[in-house]
T-cell receptor, first 116, second 116 residues
Framework: AQKITQTQPGMFVQEKEAVTLDCTYD???????LFWYKQPSSGEMIFLIY??????QNATEGRYSLNFQKARKSANLVISASQLGDSAMYFCAMREGIQGAQKLVFGQGTRLTINP | GAVVSQHPSRVICKSGTSVKIECRSL??????MFWYRQFPKKSLMLMAT?????????EQGVEKDKFLINHASLTLSTLTVTSAHPEDSSFYICSARAPGLYTEAFFGQGTRLTVV
């Protein structure tokens, strides 16, 4: 079963607009972490934001915020005031549990294009 | 933030030869590192979990004899693609998790392998 689902293969947004990238997840473990990474064309994976399953508030990091809806099992990334440099692939990922290796499982990714 | 260095960034090798890719955590000790493979326009697929001082744990369907992993120290893991074939051409990327329970994984820059 797919543990992380990103249903938007591509998104096109006008510069300076806000954009929401969708992510839903599936787990039965009460302890988990959700991550968003940005991958520009160079290939590097840039960590953007983290949300723990027990966190009471939505995570925010500068222009990035995570809309965490636990009951719906969704962890959407919101980018405010988009910039041309935000054009990249965006991956949602989940780490389950607090024991063991805690590997990351990634969604399919969303390609975001910011238009001038 | 923590830095993970991966080398080489690009490599072209002849079919039948072996290629070694290094992944180093530069400013923290990583008991666990992860190796991913990414096909064009696809997500990251976890290949194996590299454990310092012990054998790697491979994901289902990944040939352990083809992709040799060695984690000889707390700062270095290597992936060797043995007897490479054109179908092994891909983007390989490693990550290391910083110490602590709820921490993000930091990624290397990735290695683009082309087998000719």
């Amino acid at each position: 079963a797919q543990k992380i689902t990103q249903t938007q293969p591509g998104m096109f947004v006008q510069e300076k607009e806000a954009v929401t990238l969708d992510c839903t997840y599936d787990t039965s473990d009460p302890s988990y972490g959700l991550f968003w990474y940005k991958q520009p064309s160079s290939g590097e994976m840039i960590f953007l934001i983290y949300q723990g399953s027990y966190d009471q508030q939505n995570a925010t990091e500068g222009r990035y915020s995570l809309n965490f809806q636990k009951a719906r099992k969704s962890a959407n990334l919101v980018i405010s005031a988009s910039q041309l440099g935000d054009s990249a692939m965006y991956f949602c990922a989940m780490r389950e549990g607090i024991q063991g290796a805690q590997k990351l499982v990634f969604g399919q990714g969303t390609r975001l294009t910011i238009n001038p | 933030g923590a830095v993970v260095s991966q080398h080489p960034s690009r490599v072209i090798c002849k079919s039948g030869t072996s290629v070694k890719i290094e992944c180093r955590s530069l400013d923290f000790q990583a008991t666990t590192m992860f190796w991913y493979r990414q096909f064009p326009k696809k997500s990251l697929m976890l290949m194996a979990t590299s454990n310092e001082g012990s054998k790697a744990t491979y994901e289902q369907g990944v040939e352990k004899d083809k992709f040799l992993i060695n984690h000889a120290s707390l700062t270095l893991s290597t992936l060797t693609v043995t007897s490479a074939h054109p179908e092994d051409s891909s983007f390989y990327i490693c990550s290391a998790r910083a110490p602590g329970l709820y921490t993000e994984a930091f990624f290397g820059q990735g290695t683009r392998l082309t087998v000719v």
